[in-house]
């Protein structure tokens, strides 16, 4: 069985796909405060037909539901569609045509009630502001360039030779994984995977423990065909000791050794600091737009 059949295989059984697409359209309606007879909102099966409406930006999520490895997608007509909306984890991007019922288009798939809404440019950042005004929170993340063969491994293997002897690196095993998932400051690591066996087969991460317990950790957040979205976190008490350049170092390491791409998303400065720490060149900024639905 390839990837992509043993994803779908393992997402229908979790129940990811909700039945029959009519039920579904009428769900989405409803959702959007309109009546059963006029669809304005459809889920896409074909990825294909969007595809279009997102040549050019360079986002490795967008990548994860265009491959169909996670993620669902949304557009204003499935024959021809001018505009688009991706949903995988937090993050919402729109793209081609600016349309109100995407942007009020609460994805089925969204862990809770926030989100990140991601703008395709100043057209859809004008639409975000004008259907939501106060309700959003405008912030700006920090994209680096996506360059192969720019990691130097042996000062990656340095940055982790400089773990204090109280800790341990590990990498994410089935009991690191269910232990992640129940602890709130660690579980955007592993959220977005159906279960343990899809993210072993398709992601990889590296935990720190300090008296056997987890304190740090880097792992995928999304995997894409040729590589990972990197999502890094440490527990408040263990922060700024180092931990979080270790777990990344030994995550992009084993990247490489399986061939995969460590892509890096900047929330903030100092993830910026810490991408460039381990080899990444900042690329742009560009605006999100955080909501409570």
């Known amino acids: 069985?390839?990837?992509?059949?043993?994803?779908?295989?393992?997402?229908?059984?979790?129940?990811?796909y909700r039945g029959p697409e009519k039920v579904l359209r009428k769900l989405l309606n409803m959702r959007n405060?309109?009546?059963?007879?006029?669809?304005?909102?459809?889920?896409?099966?074909?990825?294909?037909?969007?595809?279009?409406?997102?040549?050019?930006?360079?986002?490795?999520?967008?990548?994860?539901?265009?491959?169909?490895?996670?993620?669902?997608?949304?557009t204003d007509c499935l024959e021809s569609p001018a505009s688009a909306q991706?949903?995988?984890?937090?993050?919402?991007?729109?793209?081609?045509?600016?349309?109100?019922?995407?942007?009020?288009?609460?994805?089925?798939?969204?862990?809770?009630?926030?989100?990140i809404l991601?703008?395709?440019?100043?057209?859809?950042e004008m639409a975000i502001e004008?259907?939501?005004g106060e309700k959003v929170t405008r912030r700006m993340r920090f994209a680096t360039k996506k360059e192969k063969n720019i990691f130097n491994e042996s000062e990656l293997l340095n940055i982790i030779a400089e773990l204090p002897p109280e800790y341990e690196l590990k990498a994410i095993d089935e009991d690191f994984y269910t232990q992640i998932r129940s602890l709130d400051w660690a579980k955007d690591l592993c959220c977005n995977?159906?279960?343990?066996?899809e993210y072993k087969l398709i992601g990889a991460g590296m935990v720190i423990l300090k008296d056997k317990n987890i304190v740090s950790g880097a792992s995928s957040y999304t995997s894409f065909r040729e590589g990972i979205e990197i999502e890094i976190d440490t527990k408040k008490n263990e922060r700024r000791k180092g931990l979080a350049s270790v777990c990344g170092a030994a995550l992009i390491?084993?990247?490489?050794?399986?061939?995969?791409?460590?892509?890096?998303?900047?929330?903030?400065?100092?993830?910026?600091?810490?991408?460039?720490?381990?080899?990444?060149?900042?690329?742009?900024e560009y605006p999100v737009y955080e909501i409570e639905f």
């Open 1 to 16: 069985m390839n990837v992509l059949k043993e994803i779908e295989s393992r997402r229908k059984t979790a129940h990811l």
């Open 33 to 74: 405060g309109e009546g059963g007879e006029h669809m304005s909102v459809y889920r896409v099966k074909d990825k294909k037909t969007i595809g279009h409406l997102f040549t050019g930006w360079d986002e490795t999520m967008i990548w994860s539901c265009l491959q169909d490895y996670m993620g669902i997608a949304y």
């Open 86 to 115: 991706i949903s995988v984890g937090d993050f919402c991007f729109f793209a081609g045509d600016t349309n109100i019922q995407l942007l009020q288009n609460r994805p089925e798939n969204l862990h809770s009630d926030f989100a």
């Open 118 to 124: 991601v703008p395709q440019n100043e057209e859809w």
């Open 130 to 132: 004008n259907c939501y």
């Open 193 to 197: 995977y159906v279960d343990y066996a």
């Open 253 to 284: 390491l084993e990247c490489l050794r399986r061939g995969w791409y460590p892509s890096w998303d900047a929330q903030n400065k100092g993830s910026l600091a810490l991408a460039e720490k381990l080899g990444y060149c900042f690329e742009r």
